[in-house]
């Protein structure tokens, strides 16, 4: 049974950090790249950040560059997103997804390359 499980997020006031983290289990791990995604109230999800397999590639938003940094360990199953300097925009329910082979650069952020995805945490930024 494919479980994939977010967890990390809170509230945190601007300027904080958090990190977020994702559990996945079912399916082979390594064979996956892995994804972060969020949705803020009234707004389409959208991509945040994406890892390749081996974790050599990593993608990033315009908009978290510079202060998120995203990361897997495929010995623990487990995807983490190190979010800094956050600011109250950042707010959002933040998804872990996985999808199988490695997203050529363009398509890292297309949702439909992404089969498995989490319940979703939420972080909440105060200003």
């Known amino acids: 049974q494919v479980q994939v499980v977010e967890s990390g997020g809170g509230l945190v006031q601007a300027g904080g950090s958090l990190r977020l983290s994702c559990t996945a289990s079912?399916?082979?791990?390594?064979?996956?790249?892995m994804g972060w995604f969020r949705q803020a109230p009234g707004k389409e999800r959208e991509g945040v950040s994406c890892i390749s397999l081996s974790g050599a590639s990593t993608y990033y938003a315009d908009s978290v560059k510079g202060r998120f940094t995203i990361s897997r360990d495929n010995a623990k199953n487990t995807l983490y997103l190190q979010m800094n300097s956050l600011k109250p925009e950042d707010t959002a329910m933040y998804y872990c997804?996985?999808?199988?082979?490695?997203?050529?650069?363009?398509?890292?952020?297309?949702?439909?390359?992404?089969?498995?995805w989490g319940q979703g945490t939420q972080v909440t930024v105060s200003s």
């Open positions: 079912g399916f082979a791990f390594d064979d996956f790249a």
């Open positions: 997804a996985a999808g199988y082979g490695d997203p050529y650069p363009r398509d890292v952020f297309e949702e439909t390359n992404f089969g498995y």
